[in-house]
Nanobody, 117 residues
Framework: QVHLVESGGGLVQAGGSLRLSCAAS????????IEWYRQPPGQQRELVTT???????YYAPSVRGRFTISRDNAKRTVYLQMNRLKPEDTAVYYC???????????WGRGTQVTVST
């Protein structure tokens, strides 16, 4: 069993920045992919960014150029740097890690990000 714990959420004004962290209970370089999702109020969960084990990265168009995923393998932690935040970025942000395309991913419990006008 793998545990993922998100932190770093909070309340920030539009235009501000936050850095989310996702701490894993085991080596993160063993995962096939690590992703950040978010679920805005009253909406479905949506993909924010994906980093594959080979280093390929995808960003949703809504965050491209503003958000950056990174990792510290020694700390078993993945980060999501969020800049120029907008009210529409308000959501619960979740970290997810998968071992392969045929295995269900592991999920954290999420961290709330609220962007005020």
């Amino acid at each position: 069993q793998v545990h993922l714990v998100e932190s770093g959420g909070g309340l920030v004004q539009a235009g501000g920045s936050l850095r989310l962290s996702c701490a894993a209970s085991r080596r993160i370089d063993s995962f096939n992919a690590i992703e950040w999702y978010r679920q805005p109020p009253g909406q479905q969960r949506e993909l924010v960014t994906t980093e594959g084990n080979g280093g390929s990265i995808y960003y949703a168009p809504s965050v491209r150029g503003r958000f950056t995923i990174s990792r510290d393998n020694a700390k078993r932690t993945v980060y999501l740097q969020m800049n120029r935040l907008k009210p529409e970025d308000t959501a619960v942000y979740y970290c997810s890690a998968s071992e392969g395309p045929d295995t269900p991913p592991y999920w954290g419990r999420g961290t709330q990000v609220t962007v005020s006008t």
